[in-house]
């Protein structure tokens, strides 16, 4: 349970640095390509508290939240973020693309939908390979748009395959809401277009996150199929930094009310309410956390950039070697 | 060494590949059924890894990226190059980039099978050939075998390999027969083949145009010419240095091809050999290719804008006189 508290935090904390130094200037390069997960942290920490090391999961633009859940250092994911050497991919992806192969994490991804159909070839290759793995598709409201979508949840329906789809609805489409997106009301209906199970859940609610991922990935380490799980949650910051509308596409009273319900705060009364937590543990784990984001902000700082010309390696499996020697 | 046809070489490459390795196995449309280049191998390998798929291609390509991504080497069956663009996204956004965008963090040992090209009438939406669209975009293999040997060859290379491969075969190729070794034979990437040694005119010919060059340079030795012919059998690496070498030797080049000539796979050579041997050339470099026109379903509109035996002669004989 506190693990689930200092997770959420963490990415939080996360997070709301890169904000801080978005604001200073320090990511200007990076000209609105950065997606920020404030707000929607109970989705990734509740999903991935069910998985294990050897489980994949595949992300979207809106990553950083997966990944530190999942379990990605936060020290080469900022200095990733800041285009440097040490990076998980040496500088070369960025905020949207960060894979950590030995701990499952196939990728954040520019393309909205592009990692459903890839979760669903993982979930094949669990298949194929007879290991009781899962693989979970993070996703937003958008993707349940796009044809990635439709055909990913046929393919894992038909060949019962133990993935996972959970799409984060945080109602818009960079600017466009869900309603003008849309033609269901709860996209877990969809499910029911591929004969699978589709729950709603509260996304702004760790613990009914958890439960239901928990129900989902029990059934597909049993080889009983595919689940979709539609989380209701909400970005507290725009569709990207710098984020430019004015007026916004969201009025202050909704985004007001959607931050009365903070995952995060909201756990924090949970645990007190539940004698879980004591206010004491409660500020050493903000004390821990801030200052793990701190230490990898300083990596990131100090780290290296990357040498120009390294930019042409790697395009090709031999070329790489050859050229690293 | 016996013969067997193209299509007997590739189904006999997919079949030792997947008896050598548990991590290879078959997805496609009616890949079960086929009575080409998959033919019968669902009996040996089952259905779980001679895969039938949906009509789904997107999903499929992607779904082979995911499975590439986890310790499998599928080999995708796409059934014409004119469904390439519907799973584009996955192939050239994703399966393309992903080593190289992750720095090498997975590994994407795929194998995307498409048979591509014209002449046999089937119109706009099943005769293309795209190999110039893909062969644009870094990350991605291409080879385009034009004998069974090399089909063979060269699929096993691609199977091996840890990049993604578009491995793009010809309808009309699949029924020519020719020598094929029983067993190991892989064929390196970027080594080009002299088809026919020759001293006045270098055509560089991919695929089915191969077959239509050879033919071609035997009605031109009869008249006293004699043409080199290169098939670069894998257009990404491209072997460069056999294609120059030989214009130096003849000075004058012409490129044949089935993808379209604008922006085609010999607007590429064409502009290799511009910058690096310009001053060998003593006439002006050629492409016989596919008119820039959608293919026409009625033979005679289709004969029309295919490059056929007839012009690359024309075309030699131009360059010679």
Known sequence: ?325 | MREITYAQAIREALREEMLRDKSVFVMGEDVRMSIWATDGLVKEFGEERVRDTPISELGVVGCAVGAAMTGMRPVVEIMFDDLLPVCSEQIVNQAARTRYMFARNIKLPIVIRVPGGGGVSGAGHHSSSLEAWFMHVPGLKLAIPATPYDAKGLLKTAIRGDDPVLFKEHKLLYGTKGPVPEGECSIPFGEAEIRKDGGDVTIVATSLMVVKALKAAEKLAEEGIDAEIIDPRTLVPLDESKIIDSVKKTGKLVVCHESWRRCGVGSEIASIVAEKALEYLDAPIKRVTTKDAPFPYSPTLEEYILPNEAEIIKTVRELIR
């Open chain 1, 1 to 325: 349970m506190l693990e689930i508290y200092r997770k959420m935090s963490l990415i939080r904390s996360f997070e709301e640095k890169i904000h801080e130094s978005h604001e200073k200037g320090m990511l200007s390069f990076a000209k609105g390509f950065v997606h920020l997960y404030v707000g929607e942290e109970a989705v990734a920490v509740g999903t991935c508290a069910n998985l294990r090391k050897d489980d994949y999961i595949t992300s979207t633009h809106r990553g950083h939240g997966h990944c530190i859940a999942k379990g990605a250092r936060l020290d080469k994911m900022m200095a990733e973020i800041f285009g440097k050497r040490t990076g998980y991919c040496q500088g070369r992806g960025g905020s949207m693309h960060i894979a950590v192969s030995e701990i499952g994490i196939l990728g954040t991804n520019g393309i909205v939908g592009a990692g459903i159909p890839q979760a669903v070839g993982a979930g094949l290759s669990i298949k194929l390979r007879g290991t009781d793995q899962v693989a979970v598709a993070f996703f937003g409201d958008g993707a349940s748009n796009t044809g990635a979508f439709h055909e990913g949840l046929n393919l894992a329906a038909l060949w019962k395959l133990p993935v996972i789809f959970v799409c984060e609805n945080n109602l818009y489409g960079i600017s466009v809401h869900v309603s003008c997106s849309t033609s269901v009301q709860d996209i877990a209906d969809r499910a029911k277009a591929y004969g699978i199970p589709g729950k709603v859940v509260d996304g702004m609610d760790v613990l009914a996150v958890f439960e239901a991922v928990r129900e989902a990935v029990q059934r597909a380490r049993r080889g009983l199929g595919p689940t979709l799980i539609e989380c209701k949650t909400y970005r507290f910051r725009g569709h990207f930094e710098g984020e430019f509308w004015k007026p916004s596409y969201r009025t202050d009273e909704e985004i007001d009310q959607w931050k009365k319900k903070c995952p995060i705060a909201r756990f924090k009364k949970k645990l007190f309410d539940m004698n879980a937590l004591t206010q004491e543990e409660a500020e050493a784990i903000e004390r821990e956390v801030a200052s793990q984001v701190e230490a990898a902000f300083k990596f990131a700082m100090e780290s290296p950039l990357p040498e120009p010309e390294s930019a042409l390696y790697g395009v090709f499996a031999q070329q790489q070697e050859v050229k690293e020697k």
